[in-house]
């Protein structure tokens, strides 16, 4: 039978505590569908850091790119906050695999479950039909720009004498934008024919930039897609106002991490949000949410955003749509039975409905297809 091998990256927190359900998920998926998923863990983030002194330990990059697709869960925590500007982070782990992988694309998908319209903190006839997707530029803008830390003359804060001093450049080459741009609008045929591209353009020259090129890619090749500018302030508030408006939402790289966080919370859950980051080679499935270092350790927490990151890499890594649907009805009927782990839960949830994070990840093995 065919196999697909999976670069599989526990991380650190809550990380391989959902990762786990991840691939339970999957073997399950494997056995009905007569093909073989090897899932072999790699080191990446505080873990990595922990063994190697390396967040991304060249093993790990390599090991991912001769993988057929990369699963990861999340990285960070309070453990590696040091105050050392120069001691390794493990969110420079994910970022150097997302570079190192070409993943400049970033899908989110943010969709409301019926059963879930009680767990929104908005009412539900305002998210009612929500069903949008974030296009995030993953491997520019400020997050990659350069940047620095030093000592000035001026700007001293209490300390007196000289003060500390630090910047992040954001920059966007033409080519970068043009790119996401495309993904976004190829993204948009599939769906409801809009797109809402979002920038800070009367303020950054990048976005004067992002909104002049995403035009042309408009006019040249996409003229039947209706696009939508909106400055980022406003689509903060236009997210929770009128979210159900949304089809595709393409954004730069901070923009989109920052938009996509408020939008998972539509769902109800930050734990709910999955993604698939893609480039021109292998790609990586990973849930938007972090470790979750205020509940790691505990066995509650939602592992759904992991499991929805397994069905987009059926689809986008193996095209495998039809498993793809089983894993996604699986946990839409297991919502529609009242399952639910801790941060979905609501007032009417019985007690014995809730789930730890492996029973819920048994659960959707037992609804699956
Ligand atoms: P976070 O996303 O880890 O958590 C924010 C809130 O959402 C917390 O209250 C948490 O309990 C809750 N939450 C997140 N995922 C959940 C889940 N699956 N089930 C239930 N509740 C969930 O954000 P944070 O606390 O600001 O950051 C913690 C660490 O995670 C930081 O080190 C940060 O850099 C890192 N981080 C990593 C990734 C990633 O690896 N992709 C993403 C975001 C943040
Ligand atoms: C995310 C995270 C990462 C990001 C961090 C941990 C580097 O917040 O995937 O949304 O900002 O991209
Ligand atoms: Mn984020």
Not at 146 to 170: M, V
Not at 207 to 235: G, K, Y
Request: some cysteine; hydrophobic content about 40%.
């Amino acid at each position: 039978s065919k196999t697909y091998r999976i670069c599989t990256l526990p991380g650190d927190g809550i990380g391989p505590e959902i990762i786990a359900e991840g691939k339970k998920v999957l073997q399950a998926v494997g056995k009905r569908a007569g093909v073989t998923f090897t899932c072999t863990d790699a080191l990446i983030g505080g873990a990595a850091i922990d063994a190697t002194g390396s967040p991304l330990p060249d093993a790990t990059l390599e090991a991912a790119r001769a993988s057929d697709a990369v699963l990861l869960s999340s990285v960070g925590g309070p453990k590696w906050d040091s105050t050392d500007p120069n001691a390794p982070r493990p969110e420079q782990g994910l970022l150097g695999i997302r570079k190192g992988l070409g993943l400049y694309t970033n899908l989110r998908p943010v969709k409301i479950y019926d059963a879930l319209a009680g767990a929104s903190t908005l009412r539900p006839e305002v998210i009612k039909g929500v069903d949008l997707v974030i296009v995030r530029e993953l491997t520019g803008g400020l997050y990659f720009g350069k940047r620095e830390r030093f000592y000035d003359e001026e700007g001293a804060g209490s300390n007196g004498g000289r003060g500390q001093r630090a910047y992040d450049t954001c920059e966007y080459r033409e080519y970068e934008v043009e790119r996401i741009a495309r993904k976004a609008f190829q993204a948009a045929r599939k769906r409801r024919n809009k797109v809402t591209s979002v920038d800070k353009r009367n303020v950054l020259e990048t976005s004067r930039l992002w909104r002049e090129v995403v035009h042309r890619v408009h006019d040249e090749e996409f003229p039947e897609i209706e696009l939508e500018d909106l400055l980022v302030d406003n689509t903060a508030m236009q997210l929770i106002n009128r979210p159900a408006d949304f089809d595709v939402v393409v954004t730069e790289n901070m923009f989109g991490d920052i938009l996509s966080d408020e939008a998972a919370q539509i769902t109800g859950s930050l734990g709910m949000l999955a993604s698939a980051s893609l480039g021109d080679g292998v790609s990586l499935f990973e849930p938007s949410a972090g470790s979750a270092p205020d509940i790691a350790g505990q066995g509650i927490a939602n592992p759904l955003a992991q499991i929805l990151s397994v069905a987009m890499m059926l689809t986008y890594a193996f095209g495998m749509d039809e498993q793809a649907a089983w894993v996604q009805d699986g946990v839409e009927r297991v919502l529609d039975d009242g399952w639910r782990t801790r941060d979905i839960a609501d007032g009417s949830t019985p007690a014995d409905h809730v789930l730890g994070t492996s029973a819920m990840g048994d659960k959707v093995v037992e609804y699956l297809g």
